[in-house]
């Protein structure tokens, strides 16, 4: 992440020219974009051409393109907004206007840039208003398109015909939704992007290409599962950039990219640490948004962010402030560390069986500190806490005489199982699994998985331990059904 001044601004771009083709290859975007991926455009906008298709028709099916062939969707509406609704008149020199927008995002013809003069053989302009954003970059909150009234329009598809006709509009539009969404000009390859217009009036394989990247957020760099508990990483030369994720823009600090998903709302708190690092975590929602940014929340450079998010996915970002204080290397190892707070028992879901049987069984669990009303999965050495789970049993298995397994697993991988005298003892994957508890199944099964327990009475300070719980039948003794999300335990001091 790199440091920038908030600032409302507006861009002009879109100057597109009547010339020659040429050729080349790769788009380009300006990592500018609508955050979530979406924007409302007004189209109607008053009038036909003299084919007598009317403008707003075509506007539609200009729109209709980015939104099937991209991930980027135009929610179109038939009203009409001035696109020149809160525009100030440029400075003399300067780049961006003096306006504010009006928040809408309209559509019109006019003979000048809403009182700027065009640029020669400029055909239309796409305004755009941005916004600083927790990323240290823009995100685009308005963009309006103005149709140079000057011009012989009509629509067609096909060849570029002599200009007594008239310019095709459709195409015109299809460029200018291209500014909208945030994509810059493409210099000479075969793209509606190019910066002339020609005899292409769809779009093409290069722009599909560059829309996909600006808006398709953290999953254009490797994305590695995460869940509560504690992960070793390490930012280094190759890893993906800032730049990379957002699919453009000028930072290109490194970045580590983990995705999680809750069942329920939860509120989560998110550590990063490191000794040479100058840590910065950000938290996204599936699509890519920003949710919150934090640099030193944390012990001296370390970040941490806490946030009650609904049930969904979300991404967390290891990254770091460039700027050459302290703690300012840009590649180095860190560690994440993922707890919660919860009033009920989390899920602990993604069902699954050691020899593949199906079921519909449902586990949850917790760790509680002792005079604690809330779980969690961190607790101090000091504090006394039980670990409790819970098995919604499949109705196939309710009634039949079968057996509760608690397994804990090691950092180092070891594992150890709960004998029926609640003793945990190491399993080398050889031989019986020893059983916590026979029974008959009832539909919900709660399991003491520890109960009363101090980590200092064990001579335990900073440990991490996975606890799964699972459930057999009698009947079928070699299955048992289990989850695939750990229920996590972290004591640290
Ligand atoms: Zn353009």
New binding site residues.
């Given amino acids: 992440m790199s440091k920038s001044l908030r600032r409302l601004a507006i861009g002009l ?4 020219l009547a010339g020659a083709s040429v050729t080349a290859f790769t788009f380009n975007i300006a990592g500018i974009k609508w955050p979530g991926g979406s924007a409302l455009l007004y189209i109607g906008m008053p009038g036909s051409s003299s084919s007598g298709t009317s403008w707003r028709d075509a506007l539609a099916r200009a729109a209709a393109q980015w939104t099937s062939q991209t991930p980027f969707e135009f929610i179109v509406n038939q009203g009409y907004r001035n696109p020149c609704s809160g525009y100030g008149a440029t400075p003399s020199g300067g780049q961006f206007n003096s306006g504010n927008g009006d928040g809408q995002n309209g559509i019109d013809f006019s003979a000048t840039v809403c009182g700027d003069a065009y640029g020669a053989n400029t055909l ?1 302009v ?1 305004l755009i208003y941005t916004e600083s954003n927790l990323l240290g970059g823009f995100d685009i909150v308005e963009s309006d398109i103005v149709f140079n009234a000057n011009t012989r329009f009509d629509i067609y598809d096909g060849p570029l015909v002599d200009q007594s006709r008239g310019i095709d509009f459709g195409r015109v539009a299809l ?2 939704m ?2 909208v969404i945030g994509m810059s ?1 493409e210099q000479g390859s075969a793209s509606i ?1 190019r ?1 002339t217009i020609g005899n292409l009036f769809t779009l093409q394989p290069d722009d599909i290409e560059g829309a996909t990247t600006l808006y398709t957020g953290y999953a254009n760099c490797p994305v590695a599962a995460i869940d509560f508990g504690r992960v070793a990483g390490g930012l280094s030369e190759g890893d993906c950039s800032v730049k990379q994720l957002v699919g453009g823009g000028s930072d290109d600090s490194l970045v580590d990219t983990y995705e999680f998903t809750l069942a329920q709302p939860t509120s989560i708190t998110i550590g990063m640490s490191s000794a040479s690092l100058d840590s910065v975590l950000v938290l996204m929602d599936a699509n890519s948004r920003v949710l919150d940014v934090d640099d030193d929340g944390g012990v001296g450079c370390d970040a941490k962010i806490t946030k009650t998010l609904a049930a969904g996915t979300y991404a967390v970002l290891a990254n770091t402030f460039v700027d050459g204080s302290a703690c300012g290397d840009t590649v180095g190892s860190y560690q994440l560390t993922m707890s919660y707070q919860s009033n009920i028992l989390l899920e602990r879901g993604q069902e699954t069986s050691l020899l593949g049987s199906t079921s519909s069984a449902k586990f949850a669990g917790g760790v509680r500190a002792r005079n604690k009303l809330s779980y969690s999965n961190v607790v101090k050495p000091s504090e006394f806490f039980d670990i409790e789970g819970r098995i919604a049993i499949d109705p196939k298995h309710q009634g039949q005489a079968g057996f509760i397994v608690v397994a804990g697993i090691l950092a180092d991988g070891q594992i150890l199982l709960r004998n029926s005298a609640g003793e945990f003892n190491a399993y080398n994957g050889q031989g019986d699994i020893s059983k916590a508890k026979t029974l008959v199944l009832s539909a919900l099964e709660r399991v003491d998985i520890l109960r009363d327990t101090r980590a200092s009475d064990l001579g335990l300070n900073d440990i991490e331990v996975n606890f799964l719980i699972g459930y057999g039948v009698n009947s079928n003794p070699n299955e048992l059904y289990f989850h695939g999300a750990p229920i996590n335990l972290v004591v640290t001091p």
Avoid: I
């Avoid at 771009?13 to 597109?16: E, H, I, N």
């Fill in positions: 771009s879109a100057v597109l239309a796409t460029h200018e291209g500014h000009h992007m910066s």
